[in-house]
Every structure is written in structure tokens, then in C-alpha cells.
């Protein structure tokens, strides 16, 4: 809708996942780092956490583009508290045959395709998202699944992708010998208030946008509303953008930024996240 009129190619804070925009932060840069250090030196677990809406899945996808062909992806990202046989989603995150298969069968199975992955060079990388909703069985399955090596080497690579509760149950002690298998592990902070700046900036600039079209007290109101988190800097900042050209102004400032926040709040799905709830980085 407003794309043209503020010369944009695409919208600058589409709420969708597009590796194009990770902004590089130390933070991000360093979680990024540290994911590609992990896979490429074979660590069994690697565990990534932060907080609703901080970028989690974006790094991954980032993740993922930087990998070579020769690394065969699973995900399994509909995780929750009963769905059932996790091996099932395993094997179907890699095409395997799983249909009317037992536990010890579908274990067969993918052992079998770990060693054939592993006899033909490929490494094999299963991404687990939303890992917050595996309950201790579930982990301790994950557990089982990495025994499998070969010549020294993890056959089957994980990455654990969660909110920050993950961590608490990984703290509990029977999954004491799971936490001692994570190899690499990285929480991402959400942005703080200079790093909200140049966020913005560096998304409108992507978009192919003037990176000071919104104002700098805009950006703060936002920041300090959302909490830092990119998800909801997003949601406010796309829709201040749907103002701005409602009004046909040249650039955001921060009454916009009120109006839109105000609407939001006013509509009882945004959190109404308070400078104090931002100091201590705890989001209602």
C-alpha cells in the first residue's frame, strides 16, 4: 500500500521471517557465529534461546543459507505437548518412511539413513523449533538419538531453538547428562535502545527506503513500548508507515508513533510494555 509512495521496493517491517533483513548486531553476528562453529566441528547439541519475537527464526534461516549442499536439514517446527511420537516427526522431517512403523522400526530406519548420510560425506542437522514444548521424555529421546557415531564423529547434529523456559527444564537433574551434550549455546538479548536505531535504519535501507524517514523520538517511543523486541518493533513501525501515508506526511514522527501505539494498546492484543518492564528485559 505505501511502498511507492515512500519509494520502498518491499515493506520494511513485514512481520514474515526474510534473511535479507537480519540486522547485524554484535548479538546477532556472534549467535550466527557461533551456530556455524557448532555445525562445522560436529557439536552433537547446539541451543539457541530468547524471547517471543527477538529473531530466533531469522537467524536460523541465515543459518541455513550459509550451508553447504552437502548438509541434509530437517526441521521440526509444530512442536507441542501431544504430538505424539517424536521419532515419527524426525523421520518425517528427512522424507523417511515412518508409516505403520513401531518405535524400534522407525529407530532402524533412521540409524540406517544417519550411517548412509555419513558413508556418503553429508552431514545430517536437525533443527528443533518451538523446543520449549519437549517435555523431559522427549528431550531424553533426543539424547538417544545422538548416541549414534562413527569414527569419532556425531553422526546426527540438533539445534534446540526455544524461549528462554527451555532452559529451565534442561536445568532439571534427570536431564543433567542431556545439558552436559550441548556443546554450543547462545541466548539472544533483545535490542536495546541504540540498537533499535540502527535496526530501523538498517531495514528501511534494505528496503531500499530513506533510512531517516522515521524519527529518531519515533524509533525511541517505539523502543521503549516494545521492549526492544524486533518482532513488535515490526508490528508498530509497519503500521505508523500505514498512518503516515493515510495522512500523506512525508515522515514518521513520534505523534504518529503515539497514535499507533495508543490504537494498539486500545485494541487489547498488544502488551503494554512499560521503560520498566524494558529495564529488566521481562516482557508481559
Not at 543459518?63 to 541434509?72: E, I, N, P, V, W
Not at 522407525?106 to 523449533?129: P, Q, W
Amino acid at each position: 500500500m505505501y511502498e511507492a509512495f515512500y519509494g520502498f521496493r518491499e515493506r520494511p517491517f513485514a512481520l514474515t521471517p526474510d534473511p535479507e533483513f537480519l540486522y547485524p548486531s554484535r548479538h546477532h553476528q556472534l549467535a550466527l557465529t557461533v551456530l556455524e562453529y557448532g555445525v562445522l566441528n560436529r557439536a552433537g547439541f547446539c541451543l539457541l534461546t530468547g524471547e517471543v519475537g527477538s529473531g530466533k527464526t531469522l537467524l536460523i534461516r541465515r543459518l541455513l543459507s550459509r550451508l553447504d549442499a552437502d548438509t541434509r536439514v530437517g526441521l521440526v517446527s509444530n512442536t507441542n505437548r501431544h504430538f505424539g511420537r517424536l521419532l515419527q516427526w524426525v523421520c518425517l522431517a528427512y522424507g523417511l518412511d515412518f508409516d505403520k512403523k513401531d518405535d524400534a522400526e522407525l529407530y532402524r530406519t533412521f540409524v540406517d539413513f544417519l550411517l548412509s548420510e555419513y558413508a556418503s560425506g553429508r552431514r545430517v542437522l536437525l533443527i528443533v523449533d518451538e523446543a520449549q514444548n519437549l517435555d523431559a521424555l522427549m528431550l531424553e529421546e533426543l539424547r538417544v538419538l545422538s548416541n549414534v557415531n562413527a569414527d569419532k564423529h556425531f553422526v546426527l547434529q540438533t539445534i534446540l531453538v526455544g524461549q528462554p523456559e527451555l532452559r529451565d527444564t534442561l536445568r532439571r537433574t534427570e536431564l543433567r547428562q542431556f545439558a552436559q551434550r550441548i556443546g554450543i549455546d547462545y541466548h539472544l538479548p533483545l535490542l536495546n535502545q541504540a540498537e533499535t536505531r540502527n535496526y530501523v535504519r538498517h531495514r528501511l535501507t534494505v528496503a531500499g527506503g530513506d533510512p531517516g524517514l522515521i524519527e529518531q523520538d519515533a524509533v525511541d517511543l517505539v523502543h521503549s513500548r516494545s521492549g526492544g523486541v524486533p518482532r513488535l518493533i515490526n508490528q508498530l513501525l509497519d503500521m505508523a508507515l500505514v498512518y503516515g501515508f493515510a495522512d500523506q506526511r512525508s515522515c514518521i514522527d513520534i505523534g504518529v508513533a503515539e497514535q499507533v501505539v495508543a490504537d494498539r494498546v486500545a485494541g487489547g492484543l498488544f502488551p503494554a510494555i512499560s521503560l520498566a518492564a524494558e529495564a529488566t528485559g521481562k516482557i508481559d
